[in-house]
Protein backbone atom coordinates (compact mmCIF):
# COMPACT_ATOMS: atom_id res chain seq x y z
CA UNK A 1 0.00 0.00 0.00
CA UNK A 2 1.03 3.30 -0.60
CA UNK A 3 2.22 5.19 2.12
CA UNK A 4 0.74 8.74 2.52
CA UNK A 5 1.93 11.22 0.07
CA UNK A 6 2.25 15.29 0.63
CA UNK A 7 2.91 17.76 -2.24
CA UNK A 8 6.12 19.26 -1.47
CA UNK A 9 7.07 21.25 -4.52
CA UNK A 10 6.96 22.12 -7.86
CA UNK A 11 10.74 22.40 -9.41
CA UNK A 12 11.74 24.39 -12.20
CA UNK A 13 14.85 24.25 -14.49
CA UNK A 14 16.64 27.66 -15.43
CA UNK A 15 19.89 28.97 -16.52
CA UNK A 16 20.37 31.56 -13.03
CA UNK A 17 17.71 32.02 -10.19
CA UNK A 18 18.60 35.80 -9.76
CA UNK A 19 16.71 36.93 -12.62
CA UNK A 20 13.53 35.22 -11.07
CA UNK A 21 14.10 36.83 -7.30
CA UNK A 22 12.61 40.50 -8.76
CA UNK A 23 8.64 38.25 -9.57
CA UNK A 24 8.71 35.10 -7.01
CA UNK A 25 10.41 37.21 -4.02
CA UNK A 26 10.22 40.71 -3.82
CA UNK A 27 6.43 40.58 -5.54
CA UNK A 28 5.33 37.44 -4.30
CA UNK A 29 6.43 37.36 -1.07
CA UNK A 30 8.22 33.83 -1.34
CA UNK A 31 9.61 32.67 2.26
CA UNK A 32 13.45 30.96 1.69
CA UNK A 33 12.86 27.30 2.29
CA UNK A 34 15.99 25.80 1.46
CA UNK A 35 18.71 25.40 -0.80
CA UNK A 36 21.51 24.42 -1.41
CA UNK A 37 24.75 22.94 -3.92
CA UNK A 38 25.28 19.71 -5.29
CA UNK A 39 28.24 18.17 -7.41
CA UNK A 40 26.25 19.16 -10.62
CA UNK A 41 23.32 21.55 -9.68
CA UNK A 42 22.62 24.57 -7.40
CA UNK A 43 18.89 24.84 -5.67
CA UNK A 44 16.85 27.15 -4.00
CA UNK A 45 13.47 26.87 -2.94
CA UNK A 46 10.86 29.18 -1.78
CA UNK A 47 7.46 28.64 0.32
CA UNK A 48 4.31 30.12 0.03
CA UNK A 49 1.24 31.21 2.31
CA UNK A 50 -0.56 27.74 1.75
CA UNK A 51 3.37 25.72 2.42
CA UNK A 52 3.24 24.87 -1.18
CA UNK A 53 7.03 25.23 -2.49
CA UNK A 54 8.57 26.21 -5.94
CA UNK A 55 12.10 24.75 -6.06
CA UNK A 56 14.67 26.94 -9.46
CA UNK A 57 16.95 24.30 -10.12
CA UNK A 58 20.37 25.89 -11.92
CA UNK A 59 23.18 24.25 -13.77
CA UNK A 60 26.67 24.24 -12.39
CA UNK A 61 29.58 23.81 -14.83
CA UNK A 62 30.01 20.14 -14.41
CA UNK A 63 26.07 19.29 -14.83
CA UNK A 64 24.92 16.93 -17.20
CA UNK A 65 21.16 16.53 -16.51
CA UNK A 66 20.10 20.38 -15.79
CA UNK A 67 22.03 21.45 -18.84
CA UNK A 68 20.63 18.55 -20.97
CA UNK A 69 17.06 19.58 -20.07
CA UNK A 70 17.38 23.39 -20.65
CA UNK A 71 19.64 22.18 -24.19
CA UNK A 72 16.48 20.39 -25.16
CA UNK A 73 13.37 22.44 -23.56
CA UNK A 74 14.71 25.50 -22.40
CA UNK A 75 13.63 26.59 -19.02
CA UNK A 76 10.42 25.42 -17.60
CA UNK A 77 9.08 22.57 -15.54
CA UNK A 78 11.52 19.95 -14.39
CA UNK A 79 9.95 17.55 -11.63
CA UNK A 80 7.42 17.21 -9.14
CA UNK A 81 8.27 16.53 -5.51
CA UNK A 82 6.28 14.25 -2.92
CA UNK A 83 7.41 13.65 0.85
CA UNK A 84 6.60 10.01 1.58
CA UNK A 85 7.39 8.90 5.73
CA UNK A 86 8.45 5.51 4.05
CA UNK A 87 10.05 5.75 0.30
CA UNK A 88 11.18 1.80 0.40
CA UNK A 89 6.94 1.24 0.46
CA UNK A 90 6.28 3.81 -1.74
CA UNK A 91 8.77 2.26 -4.58
CA UNK A 92 7.32 -1.17 -3.82
CA UNK A 93 4.21 0.54 -3.80
CA UNK A 94 4.32 2.59 -7.73
CA UNK A 95 5.99 -0.60 -8.73
CA UNK A 96 3.23 -3.05 -8.06
CA UNK A 97 0.60 -0.46 -9.20
CA UNK A 98 2.41 -0.16 -12.45
CA UNK A 99 5.04 2.78 -11.88
CA UNK A 100 8.55 1.41 -11.58
CA UNK A 101 11.45 3.96 -10.36
CA UNK A 102 14.75 4.30 -11.23
CA UNK A 103 17.44 6.15 -9.21
CA UNK A 104 16.80 5.11 -5.77
CA UNK A 105 19.01 6.20 -3.34
CA UNK A 106 18.84 5.40 0.55
CA UNK A 107 22.34 6.19 1.51
CA UNK A 108 21.67 9.00 3.42
CA UNK A 109 19.12 8.60 6.31
CA UNK A 110 18.12 12.43 6.02
CA UNK A 111 17.51 12.73 2.14
CA UNK A 112 16.33 9.39 0.74
CA UNK A 113 14.86 9.84 -3.02
CA UNK A 114 13.61 8.08 -6.07
CA UNK A 115 11.92 9.20 -9.24
CA UNK A 116 9.29 8.14 -11.65
CA UNK A 117 10.49 8.85 -15.31
CA UNK A 118 7.97 10.75 -17.85
CA UNK A 119 7.46 8.06 -19.87
CA UNK A 120 6.29 6.10 -16.70
CA UNK A 121 4.58 8.86 -14.93
CA UNK A 122 2.49 10.45 -18.26
CA UNK A 123 4.31 13.11 -18.78
CA UNK A 124 6.69 14.62 -16.25
CA UNK A 125 9.41 13.39 -13.99
CA UNK A 126 8.16 12.68 -10.40
CA UNK A 127 10.15 12.26 -7.26
CA UNK A 128 9.43 10.48 -4.30
CA UNK A 129 11.69 11.58 -1.28
CA UNK A 130 12.16 10.91 2.50
CA UNK A 131 13.79 13.96 4.46
CA UNK A 132 14.54 14.55 8.26
CA UNK A 133 13.87 17.85 9.89
CA UNK A 134 17.13 19.69 10.09
CA UNK A 135 17.81 23.25 10.25
CA UNK A 136 17.88 25.13 6.46
CA UNK A 137 20.99 26.97 5.58
CA UNK A 138 20.90 30.80 5.64
CA UNK A 139 19.32 32.37 2.81
CA UNK A 140 22.07 33.37 -0.26
CA UNK A 141 22.98 37.11 0.03
CA UNK A 142 21.82 38.32 -2.74
CA UNK A 143 18.47 37.10 -2.31
CA UNK A 144 16.11 40.17 -2.14
CA UNK A 145 13.86 41.30 0.54
CA UNK A 146 10.36 39.96 0.27
CA UNK A 147 8.08 43.17 -0.95
CA UNK A 148 5.34 41.77 0.45
CA UNK A 149 3.16 38.87 2.46
CA UNK A 150 3.71 35.52 0.89
CA UNK A 151 0.91 34.18 -2.01
CA UNK A 152 -1.10 31.10 -2.52
CA UNK A 153 0.61 28.80 -4.85
CA UNK A 154 -3.12 27.39 -5.42
CA UNK A 155 -2.08 25.36 -8.70
CA UNK A 156 -0.05 23.65 -10.95
CA UNK A 157 -1.01 22.63 -14.58
CA UNK A 158 1.09 21.17 -16.69
CA UNK A 159 0.64 18.93 -20.34
CA UNK A 160 0.39 15.35 -19.43
CA UNK A 161 1.59 12.69 -22.20
CA UNK A 162 -1.00 10.37 -21.48
CA UNK A 163 -3.43 12.02 -19.13
CA UNK A 164 -5.01 9.05 -17.61
CA UNK A 165 -1.75 7.33 -16.62
CA UNK A 166 -0.52 10.90 -14.97
CA UNK A 167 -4.07 10.93 -13.26
CA UNK A 168 -3.79 7.60 -11.77
CA UNK A 169 -0.36 7.99 -10.55
CA UNK A 170 -1.97 11.44 -8.31
CA UNK A 171 -4.84 9.28 -7.20
CA UNK A 172 -2.10 6.36 -6.47
CA UNK A 173 -0.18 9.16 -4.26
CA UNK A 174 -3.24 10.38 -2.28
CA UNK A 175 -4.33 13.04 -4.40
CA UNK A 176 -8.59 13.90 -4.32
CA UNK A 177 -9.61 14.13 -8.07
CA UNK A 178 -12.10 16.57 -9.39
CA UNK A 179 -13.35 18.72 -13.03
CA UNK A 180 -13.24 16.69 -16.03
CA UNK A 181 -15.77 15.84 -18.86
CA UNK A 182 -15.77 18.54 -20.11
CA UNK A 183 -12.42 20.23 -19.02
CA UNK A 184 -9.09 19.57 -17.29
CA UNK A 185 -8.91 17.10 -14.47
CA UNK A 186 -7.76 18.15 -11.17
CA UNK A 187 -6.08 16.64 -8.16
CA UNK A 188 -6.15 18.03 -4.79
CA UNK A 189 -3.20 18.00 -2.42
CA UNK A 190 -4.58 19.30 0.84
CA UNK A 191 -4.13 23.08 -0.30
CA UNK A 192 -2.78 22.61 -3.76
CA UNK A 193 -3.94 21.08 -6.86
CA UNK A 194 -2.37 19.50 -10.26
CA UNK A 195 -4.27 20.07 -12.80
CA UNK A 196 -3.79 17.94 -15.85
CA UNK A 197 -4.50 18.82 -19.32
CA UNK A 198 -4.10 16.90 -22.75
CA UNK A 199 -2.96 20.06 -24.69
CA UNK A 200 0.84 20.59 -25.42
CA UNK A 201 2.29 24.09 -23.95
CA UNK A 202 4.46 25.02 -21.10
CA UNK A 203 3.42 24.54 -17.34
CA UNK A 204 1.30 27.15 -15.79
CA UNK A 205 1.75 28.17 -11.82
CA UNK A 206 -1.37 30.03 -10.45
CA UNK A 207 -0.97 32.26 -7.03
CA UNK A 208 -3.31 34.10 -4.92
CA UNK A 209 -3.84 36.72 -2.98
CA UNK A 210 -1.41 38.81 -5.33
CA UNK A 211 -1.65 42.18 -4.41
CA UNK A 212 -3.41 44.64 -7.30
CA UNK A 213 -0.04 46.53 -8.03
CA UNK A 214 1.56 43.07 -9.02
CA UNK A 215 -1.43 41.62 -11.03
CA UNK A 216 -1.30 44.77 -12.97
CA UNK A 217 2.06 45.33 -13.29
CA UNK A 218 2.31 41.99 -14.34
CA UNK A 219 -0.39 41.01 -16.52
CA UNK A 220 -2.53 44.02 -17.02
CA UNK A 221 -5.48 42.57 -14.89
CA UNK A 222 -5.97 39.53 -12.43
CA UNK A 223 -6.57 35.84 -13.91
CA UNK A 224 -4.73 37.14 -17.32
CA UNK A 225 -1.79 34.22 -18.03
CA UNK A 226 1.50 36.08 -18.98
CA UNK A 227 4.53 33.87 -20.14
CA UNK A 228 7.62 34.82 -17.71
CA UNK A 229 11.14 34.42 -20.25
CA UNK A 230 13.29 33.29 -17.24
CA UNK A 231 11.11 30.52 -15.87
CA UNK A 232 9.38 29.35 -18.91
CA UNK A 233 6.10 28.96 -17.81
CA UNK A 234 3.07 30.63 -17.58
CA UNK A 235 2.03 32.37 -14.52
CA UNK A 236 -1.29 33.73 -13.49
CA UNK A 237 -1.82 35.88 -10.89
CA UNK A 238 -5.14 36.42 -8.64
Not at 127 to 147: F, K, N, T, V, W
Request: charged share 20%; proline share 12%.
Amino acid sequence: MMPPAQLDHVSLAVPAAAPAWPLLRTRLGGAWAIGGTAPTFRFSTLRYANGMCLELLEPRPESAFVTRFLDRSGPGMHHLTFKVPDLQAAVDAAAAAGYPCFGVNTDNPAWQEAFIHPRVAGGTLVQLARSLPDEPPPAPADLPPAGSAPATLRTVEWSATDPARAIALLRLLGGRVTGGVPGPVEVTFRTTRIRVRDVAGPARLEFEGVDPVTRVSYAGRGGVPFRDPTLGVDIVLR
